[in-house]
């Protein structure tokens, strides 16, 4: 009896909750409502406002409509079938990449989604310290990064404790966010002038519909590739996909919404300086904070997966290490966003498309457990390398679609070599 209790103790204490290096299996898988919320969180990124500041200042209402719906569109279908994937085999992005790039070939994907997470990590703590520090002590360079480090260790902690954790913080900020932000948006279309298609009329006009919906999709088309790493928890692919879908095209309208509305209200970018304008003071610091909180944390998460893919170790401990580089990098990735951004949009997007045709290409070897996984699929990682570099040079199109088209192309001429 002694025995099979220690035995039954060592067991539970090796239990991983977070199943980063095997299948979620199906006791431990969550229901829609729980996908949703995770889901809908991490789309919730005040960065994305930034964006909805460039469409409104260059497309008028119906223009700034069109590019949501377009861009919405193509980005909902492609986390939507990374969803679906993930939903189905039960495997983490960088699971999903041993069997697609390769043992030693899933590395380079891991490293991206590490280094730009960790990013977006970053620049979010900064997007919290900044204004508050700003608008409480008026500036002060060390209230500044102490309102960086405390948040950096509170969104690193939620980060570090995993998915439960993930879905508890999700369930309180996104409906808080979601009813304060757009009360707020609301009040502040009210005291302008005329309608909020008369208000969106003061646009300069010099972006394209295809240009806006060009901007809609990178602005989260890294975090989205992530997307399996929180749909392998769906208890069923249907759930996982509709969750994912709806989740991206509510949550970044929502964020473009009201990036737009505060570039039209107070000449900014951010929900944050119109509550303050509103005089919502205490209301504005607890939406910013939670907004930045549920994509934070999402964001931790996979550089704590993909860190650890690369060298080996446990989750946790590649959290904690990923969340102090980017706690310390924060104000610099703060000032140098636009240069980021343009990174993002051409590395990620090519990956997800390769891990989509991978299970597609292969669906009875992923069904079956039976993928042979070679050191490094040469194809999928040329197809990563042209890809990230088309998106980059080619002027006419989206980056994005130009980069994944390249990096499909070289991964389906590898596979029909075989």
């Not at 993928?371 to 989206?398: H, M, Q, R, S, Y």
């Amino acid at each position: 009896m002694g025995k099979e209790m220690t035995a039954k103790k060592s067991t539970t204490e090796t239990t991983d909750i977070d199943y980063a290096e095997q299948a979620v299996p199906k006791e431990s898988r969550k229901g829609f409502v729980s996908m949703f919320m995770i889901m809908l969180g991490f789309t919730f990124f005040s960065a994305s406002m930034w964006v909805g500041q460039q469409l409104a200042e260059g497309l008028d209402f119906w223009g700034f409509l069109g590019s949501l719906i377009l861009g919405g569109a193509i980005l909902g279908a492609y986390t939507g079938l990374l969803g679906y994937v993930g939903a189905k085999t039960g495997l983490s992005m960088d699971l999903l990449a041993k069997k697609a790039f390769g043992e030693k070939g899933s590395w380079l994907s891991s490293a991206m989604i590490s280094f730009t997470q960790i990013g977006w990590f970053g620049v979010g703590l900064a997007m919290f310290a900044i204004p508050v520090a700003g608008e409480i002590f008026h500036g002060n360079e060390a209230a500044k990064w102490i309102l960086v480090v405390v948040a950096g260790v509170c969104m690193t902690a939620s980060a570090y404790f995993g998915i439960k954790s993930l879905t508890l913080v999700s369930s309180i900020a996104v409906p808080l966010v979601a009813v304060l932000g757009t009360v707020a948006m609301v009040m502040a279309v009210r005291q302008g002038d005329g309608t909020i298609i008369d208000q969106f009329a003061v646009s300069s006009g010099s972006l394209s519909v295809i240009g806006g919906a060009g901007l809609v999709i990178g602005s989260f088309v890294s975090g989205g590739t992530a997307t399996p790493n929180f749909t392998r928890f769906a208890k069923d692919a249907k759930s996982g996909t509709i969750a994912t879908v709806i989740a991206f095209f509510i949550g970044n309208s929502l964020m473009f919404f009201f990036g737009a509305i505060a570039y039209i209200f107070v000449g900014g970018n951010d929900i944050f300086e119109v509550m303050i304008r509103l005089n919502l003071f205490y209301m504005a610091i607890l939406v910013l904070g939670m907004n930045i909180w549920t994509t934070n944390d999402n964001a931790l998460y996979s550089a704590g997966l993909g860190l650890a893919n690369i060298f080996g170790q446990k989750k946790k401990p590649m959290v904690l290490i990923s969340g102090a580089i980017g706690t310390i990098l924060s104000v610099w990735l703060y000032y140098n966003f636009c240069d980021w951004l343009n990174i993002l949009n051409c590395t990620l997007p090519p990956v997800g498309i390769i891990l989509v045709l991978s299970y597609f290409m292969n669906r009875k070897e992923y069904e079956e457990d039976k993928v042979k996984i070679v050191t490094v699929n040469w194809f999928a990682v040329a197809g990563v390398v042209l890809g990230a570099i088309v998106a980059n040079v080619v002027p006419a199109g989206i980056a994005s679609i130009n980069g994944m088209a390249v990096a499909a192309l070289c991964y389906v001429i590898g596979e029909l070599k075989k």
